[in-house]
């Protein structure tokens, strides 16, 4: 079985300034996806930012952007001028490339929470 | 066009009832997803439905709970005899396909808070 493990629980950052987010995952699988997603107070989930473990070159969207190492099965997110909407608690996610049932489910770590500090 | 919704949004119900949450998909969405988060397990699967196949139900924690799915649109996810340990935030998913060609972006629901008194 997979899992994620995001070791910072909360993390702050101030304005404008760049944060990073660590996960780190374990898996025996070769092919599988990767994802950030943010969930504000309002609950709802929203997909960050996805990565392909085939893919070599790291997936940037406007100010967020991953390091992923494969080797070392890590999956950082870094945010770049960091905004006060950026405040919520932020997902890493993994998910097998396998098809079939339960291959297709999110496997989550358990959180990060940001604070944007104005 | 609209996204997951989820209803009710906030459930208070007594120790030993019976619950049912409910999920409509976006529309043209063929797999379904619910997920379970709470403080101890975060963020855990429970059963995930495509099109008109059996469902794979390998993350329900026990035979307290099911779901259905109508149509191949709304489901409902049912708990019977609601225990303390069931309070959660029930989330829904949906995307256009389970997997084979690519991997399609699960959107979320704004998910059913439920509190077992």
Redo the contacts between chains.
């Keep these: 079985a997979q899992t994620v493990t995001q070791s910072q629980p909360e993390m702050s950052v101030q304005e404008a300034e760049t944060v990073t987010l660590s996960c780190t995952y374990d898996t025996s699988e070769s092919d599988y996806?990767l994802f950030w997603?943010k969930q504000p107070p309002?609950?709802?989930?929203?997909?960050v930012i996805?990565q392909?473990a085939y893919k070599q070159q790291n997936a940037t969207e406007n100010r967020f952007s991953v390091n992923f190492q494969k080797a070392a099965k890590s999956f950082s997110l870094k945010i770049s001028d960091s905004q006060l909407g950026d405040a919520a608690m932020y997902?890493c996610a993994y998910?097998s490339?396998l098809?079939?049932?339960?291959?297709?489910?999110?496997?989550?770590?358990?959180?990060t929470l940001l604070t944007v500090n104005p | 066009g609209a996204g997951v919704s989820q209803s009710p949004s906030n459930k208070v119900t007594e120790k030993g009832k019976d619950v049912e949450l409910r999920c409509d998909p976006i529309s043209g969405h063929t797999a379904l997803y619910w997920y379970r988060q709470s403080l101890g397990q975060g963020l855990e699967f429970l059963i995930y439905f495509q099109g008109n196949s059996a469902p794979d139900k390998s993350g329900l924690p026990s035979d307290r709970f099911s779901a259905e799915r109508t149509g191949g649109s709304v489901s409902t996810l049912t708990i019977q005899r609601t225990q303390q340990e069931d309070s959660a935030v029930y989330l829904c998913a949906s995307s256009r396909h389970g997997g084979l060609a690519g991997v399609y972006e699960q959107y979320f629901g704004p998910g059913t808070r439920l509190t077992v008194t």
């Design positions: 996806y997603y309002s609950r709802q989930m929203i997909l996805r392909e997902f998910r490339a098809s079939g049932g339960s291959n297709y489910k999110l496997t989550f770590g358990k959180g």
